[in-house]
């Protein structure tokens, strides 16, 4: 079956990982996305993971990530040649995402006016640090200073080690979906409009969407959040140590914690309300404590499972990565190993299937214009012209790998 953006024409000319997540999104699901690669300024996440020798060849495995199904066009925005191409790919482009600091597409005659004037069914997508309009528009920022100047970080950890950064880069992920989120939305009203529009979409933003509970608890009640580490406001949810290891409990609703009481054999726990196992929280916890110390980790997973309490052994990702689950929804999908190598690398590739069209890796990731040719030529470009543009410096292809 057809995936949801097939016919979709998308321009990226993102960098690191935010954006190009977006677009790699919009890729597993069908859209032609072409990435605007610089020739002699790569991507700093081409050049980012543990093996250097795929960092040398602007391959790096953090670029691998969110790399695939997608072709790669080298221009250089900063030539009148480069820019002419990239108005080519344009004309008939249904959607442009791009993070360039606000203001430095406008200044080259790309902003989204220019480009609307010529395309006005383009959804013309900007992703930025802070947005384009504020006292803090110029600035340009990164998933840990967000996660810093957010207060995410003050909450992470316990009163002890806060602050921390995540392990994983939760801003920069949840961005790259909230702008995919917000280009679908756009291209849904176009179909009722027939009009594209400007999305403006800031980092800073979307690391307090991550934080809505926390802002909504101060705004309403007062309540300043704190770094609580594993441990939660009812006894039934965080973490406890067993014979061998660290399990997370998450008897969240009352229906789990009389589950969970009566499993363990403590009827007498089982409270009628939350506010009830709010105020017995430490005589609670003192219970669990003593008794999940009497089994392993998986031990206890597995018989709170057969219980119908959700309960999970804290593991590495190896671990995780081996759960025969992953291989049953299709989350990971291999591609082409580069430069070369034998075999093939696993990916990511999205969290949900469809009934028709499901996300789905068709290609690997390019090489720093491994396309320009093919792209340009679509785009009306003879074979001339498009030798011209690689010789001035506008444009560059790939070496053959």
């Known amino acids: 079956m057809p995936r949801a953006y097939e016919g979709l024409k998308v321009i990226d000319a993102t960098h690191v990982l935010a954006g190009p997540f977006a677009a790699y999104q919009l890729a597993v699901l069908g859209a032609d996305v072409i990435k605007i690669d610089r020739p002699d300024d790569p991507d700093q996440v081409r050049q980012q993971g543990p093996d250097r020798e795929l960092n040398a060849a602007n391959m790096g495995t953090t670029y691998l990530a969110q790399g695939a199904n997608k072709r790669s066009v080298a221009l250089d925005l900063k030539t009148d040649g480069g820019q002419e191409a990239l108005r080519a790919l344009l004309k008939d482009a249904d959607v442009f995402v791009q993070n360039y600091r606000p203001g430095a597409l406008d200044a080259l005659g790309l902003g989204y006016e220019d480009v609307a004037r010529f395309n006005p069914g383009l959804v013309y997508c900007s992703v930025s640090a802070f947005g384009h309009k504020g006292p803090r528009a110029e600035e340009t920022g990164y998933d840990n200073v967000f996660q810093a100047i957010s207060g995410l970080m003050s909450l992470t950890g316990t009163p002890e080690s806060a602050p921390l950064k995540t392990g994983s880069p939760v801003v920069d992920y949840a961005t790259g979906y909230m702008t995919a989120f917000a280009i679908a939305s756009a291209l849904f ?57 660290i399990l997370m409990l998450g008897a969240a609703n009352m229906r789990q914690q009389k589950r969970l009481w009566e499993a363990l054999e403590r009827p007498d726990m089982v409270k009628a309300t939350n506010a009830e196992r709010i105020e017995s929280h430490s005589a609670e916890e003192e219970v669990l404590k003593e008794i999940f110390l009497s089994r392993t980790a998986s031990e206890w997973q597995d018989f709170l499972r057969d219980h119908r309490v959700p309960a999970g052994r804290v593991r590495t990702m190896e671990e995780a990565l081996a759960d025969p689950q992953l291989a049953a929804r299709g989350v990971l999908q291999s591609t082409r190993a580069p430069l070369g190598r034998e075999g093939q690398h696993n990916v990511p590739v999205a969290p949900f299937l469809m009934s028709d069209g499901n996300p789905e890796i068709d290609r690997p990731a390019p090489y720093i214009g491994e396309h320009t040719d093919e792209v340009l030529a679509q785009a009306g470009f003879t074979q001339d012209q498009i030798d011209a543009l690689c010789v001035s410096g506008a444009a560059s292809r790939s070496i053959d790998r």
């Open 189 to 245: 009203q176009r179909t009722q409009t027939g009009r594209g529009q400007h999305i403006d979409l800031a980092m800073f933003d979307a690391t307090l969407m991550l934080m809505s509970t926390h802002i909504a608890a101060y705004s309403v009640a007062g309540k300043i959040p704190k770094p609580e580490g594993n441990r939660f406001a009812l006894a039934g949810i965080g973490a406890y140590d067993t014979a061998d290891g």
